[in-house]
């Protein structure tokens, strides 16, 4: 069974730095590509980051390019996503995905999410 688990949230001020990270177990996690995304309140869930299973390629929504980054560690099977300079709008539950191609298609295992939250 594959277990997406996000950690690293929590409440900081604006202008400030956070670190999520998302551990996998129960697939092979250097086959994945490792995708972020968030949702805040009354909003859809929206594309944050994504790292190819090298960790050779990454891509950034234009809202967080230039102020995070996503990176991972296939030894510990975990995806980070280093967040500076943050924004009240940046105030989200993030999660992590993955998914097999790099290019497309929809990811197949999801976290259950850790709050972010950027006071102003």
């Known amino acids: 069974q594959v277990h997406l688990v996000e950690s690293g949230g929590g409440l900081v001020q604006a202008g400030g730095s956070l670190r999520l990270s998302c551990a996998a177990s129960?697939?092979?996690?250097?086959?994945?590509?490792m995708g972020w995304f968030r949702q805040a309140p009354g909003k859809e869930r929206e594309f944050v980051a994504r790292?190819?299973?090298?960790?050779?390629?990454?891509v950034y929504a234009d809202s967080v390019k230039g102020r995070f980054t996503i990176s991972r560690d296939n030894a510990k099977n975990t995806v980070y996503l280093q967040m500076n300079s943050l924004k009240p709008e940046d105030t989200a539950v993030y999660y992590c995905?993955?998914?097999?191609?790099?290019?497309?298609?929809?990811?197949?295992?999801w976290g259950q999410g850790t709050q972010v939250t950027v006071s102003s």
């Open positions: 129960g697939l092979t996690f250097s086959s994945n590509t």
């Open positions: 790292i190819s299973q090298s960790g050779g390629g990454t």
């Open positions: 995905a993955a998914r097999k191609s790099w290019s497309g298609g929809v990811y197949d295992y």
